[in-house]
T-cell receptor, first 114, second 113 residues
């Protein structure tokens, strides 16, 4: 298995632009998680899905952030409009079923908003 | 307030030596505690997951302990190798009306030859 796949690996955009991050979880995993990591705040859970349904989105910072999971093999995290404080590494992770199980992280997308 | 605190923030040891990283938490109700290793520029990789009833769990040279009464966990690394240089993150999951995952800020470990 290729593991969790994220794209792009790096994204540089100007403030105000829309950014879309993509994730393909491990086949057969029912849960998907989006995290953000910064030097100041460490790792933060943004949202997680179970069987394509958002279960907890309390970590989503603002309405500018939205996440979708249209099917079991694909999810997106969108930021519109982007701001410099959104600069961070965004990780996607998947697990067999829920947050109690081992999570497998993707390589992350490094986002820089100028 | 649910918190996870790790110590030390950073640690430098010589190759071959042992070390112990600490994690204290105030998360309630407790579901499980995990230790992750994160190499620079990569995603975290799970080392161990422990539930309330587990006191010790090993993964090769890594041994995690959990004291649910004192809400403390430790990660012991035996015979350290250069490849152990990484950040080690303690994560506690809580079952509540909205399940929560709380991350520690990590310990940055450097192994010197």
């Amino acid at each position: 298995d290729a593991g969790v796949i994220q794209s792009p690996r790096h994204e540089v955009t100007e403030m105000g632009q829309e950014v879309t991050l993509r994730c393909k979880p491990i086949s057969g995993h029912n849960s998907l998680f989006w995290y953000r990591q910064t030097m100041m705040r460490g790792l933060e859970l943004l949202i997680y899905f179970n069987n394509n349904v958002p279960i907890d989105d309390s970590g989503m910072p603002e309405d500018r952030f939205s996440a979708k999971m249209p099917n079991a093999s694909f999810s997106t995290l969108k930021i519109q409009p982007s701001e410099p404080r959104d600069s961070a590494v965004y990780f996607c992770a998947s697990s067999l079923a829920g947050e109690s199980y081992e999570q497998y992280f993707g390589p992350g997308t490094r986002l820089t908003v100028t | 307030k649910n918190q996870v605190e790790q110590s030390p923030q950073s640690l430098i040891i010589l190759e071959g030596k042992n070390c112990t990283l600490q994690c204290n938490y105030t998360v309630s109700p407790f579901s499980n505690l995990r230790w992750y290793k994160q190499d620079t520029g990569r995603g975290p990789v799970s080392l161990t997951i422990m539930t309330f009833s587990e006191n010790t769990k090993s993964n090769g040279r890594y041994t995690a302990t959990l004291d649910a009464d004192t809400k403390q966990s430790s990660l012991h690394i035996t015979a350290s190798q250069l490849s152990d240089s990484a950040s080690y993150i303690c994560v506690v999951a809580s079952y509540s009306s909205a399940s929560k995952i709380i991350f520690g800020s990590g310990t940055r470990l450097s192994i010197r030859p």
